[in-house]
Nanobody
């Protein structure tokens, strides 16, 4: 059974930075695109960014220019560097494969607040 383990979240002030990591226990990691999602309290999960197997990246308008997604195929790991964080970035962040597995990890909480 696949495991997705997100880490790196925390409490940060507006304008600060965090780097999230996600390790996926799966085979052929390098063959698949990977994505980050987030879910704020009372809201639906939303897509944040993805990175294809080719390395091409895509971002939601709300994070473009502030967040950077990357991957390390040797470590089965996908990262999300988040800069210039805003209170509206507060959410639980999740990663998954493209197409997504049915199961999800526990996510990592990001709170942007003074």
């Amino acid at each position: 059974q696949v495991q997705l383990v997100e880490s790196g979240g925390g409490l940060v002030q507006p304008g600060g930075s965090l780097r999230l990591s996600c390790v996926l226990s799966m085979s052929r990691f390098s063959d698949y695109g990977m994505a980050w999602y987030r879910q704020a309290p009372g809201k639906q999960r939303e897509w944040v960014a993805n990175i294809l197997s080719s390395g091409v990246t895509n971002y939601a308008v709300s994070v473009k220019g502030r967040f950077t997604i990357s991957r390390d195929n040797a470590k089965n790991t996908v990262y999300l560097q988040m800069n210039s964080l805003k209170p509206e970035d507060t959410a639980r962040y999740y990663c998954n494969r493209l197409p997504a597995f049915n199961s999800w990890g526990q996510g990592t909480q990001v709170t942007v607040s003074t």
